[in-house]
């Protein structure tokens, strides 16, 4: 690879800034990346001193307009043009790059897997540039987080700073990819909406026509998807992609690279400051604390740690799903004036050198509830909720707190010692309709944020519109007594469960709820999903060994990690554990076959058991 890259010609965008458009970056492996370089400009050519650079990398087009750069204050989105305008008046330079095989750059696009060595190579260029003073940070939402924390398991050279929002993969096998051992459902919505943006599609209007035409609502209904047999055929890289995800369900090699396995690398990460934001309806949850845990404690690489109320990157909102969370929700207003004034004090300080108070070493959390119970004016519940501080998360002092579900579908702090259990049919024609919760890029099939568990047509897979998903027969809800004071729950949350199957493989699944008394505005109360997880059997001996369930197999212990919340349930509401064996279609259907993975055609009925006792039970923190 060679850095001796010649820039495009310097074209003016304002009076004192020129950028440089679609310089093709070399990559190691001889592909270009297209990337925009913003640069204070004099008479319209560019001011030769080196300053420090901003670099953000995105599959979302360098020269679009990303969704959450707005604010309560200004509720439209900067364009990436606007915003490198403002920056590179603060004293920097920006840089935006298109990610390979999306928009303007070269190669063809395997989600992930190349971005640390992209990041890196990209990084090394950069590093070598005479108008770069060798202090980098970078930023980004979502996918464009996940490329910071890729890059940075490899140490690029100049990198001084990070904001990681709302993503960065811990372990995307564990959250992001599949989770529990299933397969997140979001990556095949994901993948056929920027299927529709490809190079191919844009390349040739037949495939765009081909993809518009797929009707994807018909299509989750008929998955497993294989190939050739899916609505993103058409674009084949992209449907390859998401059936090697879909199908290697083994933790291997294969998902132990730096894209994907941040974890792997904490012991050699660069000790530079980072902020990590994400929110408690948001699907990074597990991997935005797990990179803050596993991160923490070198007083050279100090960290910061956001977590709000809020859906994947809506963070100047305060109504989410069916629920509205106060006015104190939005991040503007309460960890600082707006997220863009949060950011540029962090690069002020630690890419220019400022003596600005630190913003690192604390978390900021929102704790959600305590809000009235009523319908609000526009229709949803008042949930409220308010901000902590915290020197830490979890949060120092925390108390445990363990219940058990009984026989008599109560939760309580007594377990029960008469050996009950309880079984029902898990049917995966007919799988548990997700309603809500912490899900992102589901759209136009799924969506985040607080709903009642009641089946409604907006829910794709509900059959029976105004049921709760207590009706069903395969859900098992255990409740407590209702609260006689406040409890607030803040912290990890881990379902214990001890459980058996006539079936070789199959799933159970876990949700905690907060359970509103009927009300005038809510007759029958209001079931608030706050957190869910899943786990699948066949993993229940290691992620790396799968092993089906033997007919004599018996009882076996598993362990569900539904993700960490804060939330606080009111005097008069009760907690609620959900105990199931689908939730779909956030999550894929276990046929209970024991077929490999995402590849089989026939399914079957199991019955699945849950064994009560001191085995089986949810642990959580309460302050």
Request: charged share 20%.
């Amino acid at each position: 690879m060679t850095t001796k890259v010649a820039l495009t010609p310097a074209e003016p965008v304002a009076q004192d800034v020129v950028v440089h458009r679609n310089v093709m970056i070399p990559m190691r492996d001889g592909v270009h990346l297209a990337t925009d370089i913003y640069r204070p400009a004099q008479g319209g050519l560019p001011l030769e001193t080196p300053l420090p650079v901003i670099f953000e990398r995105t599959p979302y087009d360098k020269a679009g307009t990303p969704r959450t750069e707005l604010s309560v204050a200004e509720p439209v989105s900067k364009s990436r043009e606007e915003l490198a305008l403002l920056l590179v008046r603060e004293g920097y330079v920006v840089i935006w790059q298109d990610c390979r095989g999306r928009y303007g750059s070269e190669g063809r696009f395997t989600k992930y897997v190349n971005e640390a060595e992209d990041g890196y190579d990209s990084m090394v260029w950069i590093e070598a540039q005479p108008w770069n003073n060798s202090r980098i940070g970078t930023m980004g939402l979502s996918y464009d987080a996940h490329v910071q924390m890729a890059m940075a398991c490899l140490n690029p050279p100049g990198l001084a700073c990070m904001a990681v929002d709302s993503g960065g993969f811990s372990n995307a096998y564990h959250c992001g990819i599949r989770q529990g051992g299933a397969f997140e459902m979001k990556q095949v919505t994901w993948a056929y909406n920027r299927a529709l943006e490809s190079p191919l599609a844009a390349a040739d209007p037949r495939v765009l026509g081909a993809i518009e035409a797929e009707s994807l609502h018909g299509w989750m209904a008929r998955t497993p998807w294989t190939k050739g047999r899916s609505p993103i055929k058409w674009d084949p890289d992209y449907e390859a992609y998401v059936l090697e995800q879909w199908q290697h369900g083994t933790f291997d090699e294969f998902w132990k690279k730096s894209g994907l396995w941040a974890a792997g690398y904490y012991q050699s990460f660069p000790k530079i400051p980072i902020i990590f934001v994400s929110s408690w309806y948001d699907v990074y949850v597990p991997t935005t604390l797990e990179n803050h845990a596993g991160l923490k404690g070198d007083a050279a690489r100090p960290l910061a740690l956001i977590m709000g109320p809020w859906t994947h990157g809506n963070r100047s909102q305060r109504v989410f799903g069916d629920v509205d969370f106060g006015p104190a929700a939005t991040f503007d207003g309460q960890v600082d004036r707006d997220w863009l004034s949060y950011r540029l004090r962090f690069f002020a300080r630690w890419l220019k050198g400022e003596d600005l108070p630190a913003q690192e070493g604390r978390a900021h959390l929102f704790v959600m509830g305590g809000g009235s119970g009523s319908r609000t004016e526009a229709g949803h519940l008042d949930h409220g909720g308010h901000w902590i501080e915290a020197p830490d998360w979890p949060v120092p002092g925390a108390k445990p707190l363990v219940l058990y579900p009984r026989p008599d579908m109560s939760l309580s702090e007594a377990p029960s010692h008469d050996g009950a259990a309880l079984s029902y049919d898990f049917d995966p024609r007919d799988p548990v309709p997700t309603i809500g919760g912490a899900l992102t890029s589901g759209e136009p099939i799924f969506t985040g944020g607080g709903f009642d568990q009641v089946e409604s047509e907006a829910f794709f897979g509900c059959r029976n519109p105004g049921m709760p998903l207590t009706a069903r027969p395969d859900v098992l809800s255990f409740e407590t007594a209702p609260l006689t004071e406040d409890l607030i729950i803040a912290g990890p949350v881990t379902v214990r469960l001890t459980v058996s199957t006539d079936a070789p493989d199959t799933d159970f699944t876990a949700k905690l709820v907060d359970v509103y008394p009927p009300s005038e505005d809510y007759p029958r109360g209001y079931a608030l999903g706050l957190s869910d997880g899943i786990f699948r059997v066949r993993y229940r001996k290691s992620w790396e060994t799968p092993a089906l369930v033997e007919p004599d197999e018996g009882a076996f212990e598993i362990e569900i990690q539904p993700f960490a919340t804060a939330n606080l349930f009111a005097k008069g509401h009760r907690l609620r554990l959900d105990i199931s064996s689908s939730n779909f279609p956030k999550f894929d259907i276990n046929p209970n076959t024991g077929a490999p993975e995402g590849t089989s055609r026939t399914s079957r009925i199991a019955t699945n058991t849950l064994h009560l006792g001191a085995g089986t039970r949810i642990e959580l923190l309460q302050l």
